[in-house]
Antibody, heavy 121, light 107 residues
Framework: EVQLVESGGGLVKPGGSLRVSCAAS????????MNWVRQAPGKGLEWVSS????????DYADSVKGRFTISRDNAKNSLYLEMNSLRAEDTAVYYC??????????????WGQGTLVTVSS | DIQMTQSPSSLSASVGDRVTITCRAS??????LSWYQQRPGKAPKLLIY???TLQSGVPSRFSGTGSGTDFTLTISGLQPEDYATYSC?????????FGQGTKVEIK
């Protein structure tokens, strides 16, 4: 059974930093591209960042580019999101999600339960 | 960026009703369209990918159609567990964008 367990969320002041993690099990993590997706309270889903299975390809939403860094440790089956210069608008539940990509389809098929990041003074 | 617009934003329906949700992309996305279900306080769950392919384990009352810019999600025979928010997502070109969601409520 695929399991994705996020951790590391919490309360942080504006301008502060936080690292959230995603522990993966039940599938070939080292063979899977991964994503971070967030959801602000009462709002819709927003894609944040993607990383290829080797870590050689990385992509970010403009809203976090230059402030957030995605990384992975395939030996530990773990995905990370380092968040710096946090703003109130970064307050959200952060989900990790697996990425399935072929020549004719692309989708996020498994999601973790999410971890809440609150940016407030 | 490709904008995804869903309609309606919310709807009320009774158990057994047929429900249709529409998603429109601001430019063509071929069939790179997925639908997700999200119950309150829970993570999104993939229902349909490639516009019309049912994810394994998803009940057959869910179906998806469309290509290009216009897509629909249909629930044929609404069940109590289907009351949730449904979101579409394009995965044709980065940044991957979602619709604002459609909340399906009990009538």
């Amino acid at each position: 059974e695929v399991q994705l367990v996020e951790s590391g969320g919490g309360l942080v002041k504006p301008g502060g930093s936080l690292r959230v993690s995603c522990a993966a099990s039940g599938f070939s993590f080292s063979g899977s591209s991964m994503n971070w997706v967030r959801q602000a309270p009462g709002k819709g889903l927003e894609w944040v960042s993607s990383i290829s299975y080797t870590g050689s390809y990385i992509d970010y939403a403009d809203s976090v580019k230059g402030r957030f860094t995605i990384s992975r440790d395939n030996a530990k089956n773990s995905l990370y999101l380092e968040m710096n210069s946090l703003r109130a608008e970064d307050t959200a539940v952060y989900y990790c999600a697996t990425d399935r990509h072929s020549s004719s389809s692309h989708y996020f098929d498994h999601w973790g339960q999410g971890t809440l990041v609150t940016v407030s003074s | 960026d490709i904008q995804m617009t869903q309609s309606p934003s919310s709807l009320s329906a009774s158990v057994g009703d047929r429900v249709t949700i529409t998603c429109r992309a601001s430019q063509t996305i071929s069939s790179y369209l997925s639908w997700y279900q999200q119950r309150p306080g829970k993570a999104p769950k993939l229902l349909i990918y490639a516009a019309s392919t049912l994810q394994s384990g998803v009940p057959s009352r869910f179906s998806g159609t469309g290509s290009g810019t216009d897509f629909t999600l249909t629930i044929s025979g609404l069940q109590p567990e289907d009351y949730a928010t449904y979101s579409c997502q394009q995965s044709y070109t980065s940044p991957w964008t979602f619709g604002q969601g459609t909340k399906v409520e009990i009538k």
